[in-house]
């Protein structure tokens, strides 16, 4: 059981540039979230899924696309890179209902000069 | 609207002394809530969770919280700090049954002096 896996660990883009978060997991559960992680502020969700074929927007959707094509994956596209999401981006998954805890994988460091 | 409250950014204790991390919530509805610790560099990991059973949780590592409604609030605490409880510790509530909408803390980090 790999539980969440992402990639790349590390990535750094010039402003404008576009690129694609991988992120999967192998527990077959319902929901898979993304955050983002800056100094003192906690993580933010990006956007969420409850099930292949349903995508929703979180607290700072701005910038970045989701789909979810299938129940082990659930990519982040950021379209056009600014500096401002330069950060730590975290993938999750859980079962469905308020009760279970999420799963998160290793991080993705991103720089965008 | 639920949110979550961490009531100290750092926390700094001794090693072999007990520790205390805050954590004050709110919420419309009856919540779960969740407390995650984040190792330097690392992923996070589910220390412990609360979800309308009993109200003082055990989790792993010697870490307990306790539920109490009446201050809405879900303190972490263990009687004896290790070196390696060093760490980012968050909060987390959801009620949905949504669980991917879950509000974080902004974290509280926690240094052990030897």
């Known amino acids: 059981n790999a539980g969440v896996t992402q990639t790349p660990k590390f990535q750094v883009l010039k402003t404008g540039q576009s690129m694609t978060l991988q992120c999967a997991q192998d527990m077959n559960h319902e929901y898979m979230s993304w955050y983002r992680q800056d100094p003192g502020m906690g993580l933010r969700l990006i956007h969420y899924s409850v099930g292949a074929g349903i995508t929703d927007q979180g607290e700072v959707p701005n910038g970045y696309n989701v789909s979810r094509s299938t129940t082990e994956d659930f990519p982040l596209r950021l379209l056009s890179a600014a500096p401002s999401q330069t950060s730590v981006y975290f993938c999750?998954?859980?079962?469905?209902?308020?009760?279970?805890?999420?799963?998160f994988g290793p991080g993705t460091r991103l720089t965008v000069t | 609207a639920q949110s979550v409250t961490q009531l100290d950014s750092h926390v700094s204790v001794s090693e072999g002394t007990p520790v205390l991390l805050r954590c004050n919530y709110s919420?419309?509805?009856?919540?779960?809530l969740f407390w995650y610790v984040q190792h330097p560099n690392k992923g996070l990991q589910l220390l412990l969770k609360y979800t309308s059973a009993a109200t003082l949780v055990k989790g792993i590592n010697g870490f307990e919280a306790e539920f109490k409604k009446s201050e809405t609030s879900f303190h972490l605490t263990k009687p004896s700090a290790h070196m390696s409880d060093a760490a980012e510790y968050f909060c987390v509530v959801s009620f949905n049954t949504n669980a991917g909408k879950s509000t974080f803390g902004d974290g509280t980090t926690l240094t052990v002096k030897p």
């Open positions: 999750a998954s859980s079962f469905s209902g308020k009760t279970y805890e999420q799963y």
């Open positions: 919420s419309s509805y009856s919540p779960s």
